[in-house]
């Protein structure tokens, strides 16, 4: 399936809204407990050409969201995101793809985010640090 | 019955030299049963503090993602500002961030057979790749004043215009690399000190490479062909043609990524010539301030660092400075899968292993 065709279907599917980006990249913003469906059908529609290049929290007018960016070979890269709320956790993509793990681990130690589905990790980049999610804005 | 070794850090001053990580090895005869990792030792949050920097200081602290790239590093962070602010950069820049991009590869493959010889116990090899390397530290002094080519490439072009001097050289210096690689061939792939050890070491297969995100000549060699100037070309690689990746080359194991590296050595050499052949004449670089304001949006910039496909993620909300800047690296997906190839060698080949899959732990722990 084509990502534009893609993108159509899951802002149809999952009442989500597609945002403008720079270049062939196509942005969309969903709820959270709509992001393992849109991830299953990226990676379901994609197939072994989508690879999960990285995920990540970031901030957007100071909102704190969870994204992962995948792209597919010759098609150019789709942006899949969701508002984290506070005392909410974030489906784990560590069963589609499984390097998900260790960033859901990055983000979980310097944002705060949590997941469900993923493994119980220890804090691996900043044992000993003073604050306790470095990354997260108050 | 298993016993349990515990490994010190893997520190700078040691043989490994390749950044500080801790390794929890359990053995069962000799052969690895169960290995952790311990890493962060040398987390610096260089994307945290790059929210408290301007655009143009985040391209110089970006050098300290991957020493061994700086200019890989600088490439991406500066592609992604510049994707995101629309500044067009002169044709001349362009090229010359080529040939940079390619002589810090070439510089960091040559420091990647040092280790290779030197973890194999080929001090001879390690200390003629070394002298090779130099060759390469030195044009970058000529041509910035760093020797790891640091700050080479800046917002807006590149810092420095190549001078005719400095092109010779770097003729030169590739004239004498070509010298090099038909002796490092002859000794690294058909000596037994290496072909016995590297031969079947840490396989690595084209499904976990691809499950994983491995990316890289460590990709490349199990037969999972992504390059990212190939597959999106940034700066001029789009005019240079670069050749599609060889699957010839494939095996996964220790040995094929060897003779992928080599091969690889022979491709930039070709490519810089190439570069050098059609370099345009004009400005190497536009102004844009130092405190630039970029426009509120995000860009996304992958670029191919010696070690594999090297990201960078910006966000902007139309200030001076960014919002978050995240950096997606080859080495840390590839640290993650060394617990799972590593399973089963001989203790006594772990380091020529990681040293094989060229980690870059300063990468990992950002």
């Known amino acids: ?138 | 019955m298993s016993t349990q070794l515990y490994y010190p850090p893997v520190t700078m001053s040691q043989k490994g030299m390749i950044g500080p990580f801790a390794l929890s090895v359990h053995e069962d005869g000799g052969l690895v049963e169960k290995l952790s990792l311990g890493i962060g030792y040398g987390h610096r949050g260089i994307e945290s503090c790059s929210e408290s920097l301007v655009f143009n200081q985040c391209v110089f602290y970006s050098d300290r993602v991957d020493f061994l790239a700086a200019p890989a590093c600088n490439a991406a962070v500066v592609l992604a500002m510049e994707r995101l602010g629309s500044i067009e950069v002169p044709e001349r820049a362009s090229f010359i961030r080529c040939l940079l991009l390619e002589l810090n590869r070439l510089h960091s493959h040559l420091f990647h057979l040092a280790l290779i010889a030197n973890s194999a116990g080929h001090a001879p090899l390690f200390q003629y790749a070394q002298r090779e390397r130099e060759r390469f530290n030195d044009l970058f002094e000529m041509y910035c004043g760093s020797r790891l080519g640091f700050g080479s490439i800046c917002l807006g072009g590149v810092v420095e215009n190549a001078s005719d001097g400095w092109l010779f050289r770097v003729e030169q210096s590739l004239s004498a690399l070509d010298e090099f690689l038909v002796e490092a061939r002859q000794t690294l792939l058909s000596s037994p000190l290496f072909t016995t050890r590297l031969e079947g070491l840490a396989p690595l297969s084209i499904e976990v490479a691809k499950k994983n995100n491995i990316s890289g000549v460590n990709a490349r060699s199990a037969g999972h062909l992504v390059d990212v100037r190939n597959e999106s070309p940034y700066a001029a690689y789009g005019e240079l043609r670069l050749a599609p990746p060889l699957a010839s080359l494939g095996g996964g194991d220790g040995l094929a990524r060897l003779r992928y590296r080599i091969y690889e050595m022979t491709e930039s050499k070709e490519l810089i010539l190439r570069a050098l052949a059609r370099l345009p004449r004009g400005n190497h670089r536009v102004i844009v301030g130092n405190s630039i304001h970029l426009p509120r949006g995000e860009a996304v910039q992958r670029v191919e660092s010696p070690r594999g496909e090297f990201g960078v993620y910006l966000r902007s909300e139309g200030g001076t400075r960014p919002i978050r800047l995240k950096y997606f690296t080859p080495s840390y997906f590839m640290m993650r899968l060394l617990p799972e190839l590593l399973r089963g060698e001989q203790v006594e080949d772990i380091l020529l292993a990681i040293h094989g899959f060229d980690i870059s732990v300063s990468e990992v722990d950002r």
């Open chain 1, 1 to 138: 399936m084509k990502i534009e065709d893609l993108v159509k279907k899951i802002c149809a599917e999952m009442n989500a809204k597609q945002e403008d980006c720079i270049g062939a990249r196509k942005c969309i913003n969903l709820s959270a407990n709509h992001f393992l469906s849109a991830m299953e059908l990226v990676h379901h529609e994609l197939g072994a050409d989508a690879r999960l290049i990285f995920a990540t929290a970031s901030y957007l007018d100071n909102v704190l969201y969870w994204m992962a960016e995948i792209y597919c070979a010759n098609q150019g890269s789709i942006s899949v995101r969701a508002k984290v709320d506070a005392g909410t956790a974030m489906p784990s993509l560590s069963t589609l793809w499984p390097h998900a793990d260790w960033q859901e681990r990055e983000a979980q130690e310097l944002f705060g985010i949590q997941f469900v589905g993923a493994n119980d990790f220890e804090p691996f980049l900043v044992r000993n640090a003073r604050v306790q999610f470095p990354h997260r804005r108050q």
